[in-house]
């Protein structure tokens, strides 16, 4: 089977940065995604990580370690609109993803 | 950038009707779609992988009659909630990925079903 552990919720201020963790346990794996996704929104892209290691994407990054099965989302100089849920993910080889439950992240002034 | 166009984005139907939900690829072919359900307040759960030209594949747990898959073109799969029920209320998103260096998975807007 396949599982990913994420926080239920965390709470930062704005400006400030915040690491949201993501493991996970899975019988195949081909990258771990993450996704934003507002209240009655869709969810969006936001970064894709194949590789260990680190991808920066403008005020959010993404690291993988495939030894420790352990991903994070750093999200720097938060803003009042990046309260959102995010949604970690990991892609089989038949490109189906898997969600983590979701971290509810609210910025607070 | 590849755009997935879904519809309608909310809909409210009586008990025992059917309702069917669009998803197009609007700039990109895309082979395989796949269908999420996601309850309030939870994860999106897959449903079922949509092949173009053949069978849809569900997940466990996931009635392959209630939930019709239509994968007719390169471009538009359809998902029918047949004779729906309150139960089946729920945010349904359909996702379609582009392959290549620039390989991502983008979603549709989702489709919000009340059953009364």
């Known amino acids: 089977g396949q599982s990913l552990e994420q926080p239920s919720e965390v709470t930062a201020v704005e400006g400030a940065i915040v690491q949201i963790n993501c493991t996970y346990q899975?019988?195949?794996?081909?990258?771990l995604s993450w996704y934003q996704q507002h209240d009655g929104g869709a969810p969006t892209f936001l970064s894709y990580n194949a590789l260990d290691g680190l991808e920066e994407t403008g005020r959010f990054s993404s690291f993988l370690s495939r030894s420790d099965s352990y991903g994070y989302l750093l999200l720097q100089e938060l803003q009042m609109k990046d309260s959102a849920s995010y949604f970690c993910a990991v892609r089989d080889s038949s490109y189906k993803l898997i969600f983590g439950s979701g971290t509810r992240l609210l910025v607070r002034p | 950038g590849a755009v997935v166009s879904q519809h309608p984005s909310w809909v409210i139907c009586k008990s025992g009707t059917s309702v069917k939900i669009e998803c197009r690829s609007l700039?990109?072919?895309?082979?395989?779609m796949f269908w999420y359900r996601q309850f309030p307040k939870q994860s999106l759960m897959l449903m079922a992988t949509?092949?173009?030209?053949?069978?849809?594949?569900?997940e466990q747990g996931v009635e392959k009659d209630k939930f019709l898959i239509n994968h007719a073109s390169l471009t538009l799969s359809t998902l029918t909630v047949t004779s729906a029920h309150p139960e089946d209320s729920s945010f349904y998103i359909c996702?379609?990925?582009?392959?290549?260096?620039?390989?991502?998975?983008?979603f549709g807007s989702g489709t919000q079903l009340s059953v009364l």
């Open positions: 949509s092949n173009e030209g053949s069978k849809a594949t569900y």
């Open positions: 899975t019988s195949g794996f081909y990258g």
């Open positions: 700039d990109f072919q895309a082979t395989t």
């Open positions: 996702s379609a990925f582009t392959t290549g260096v620039n390989e991502k998975l983008f």
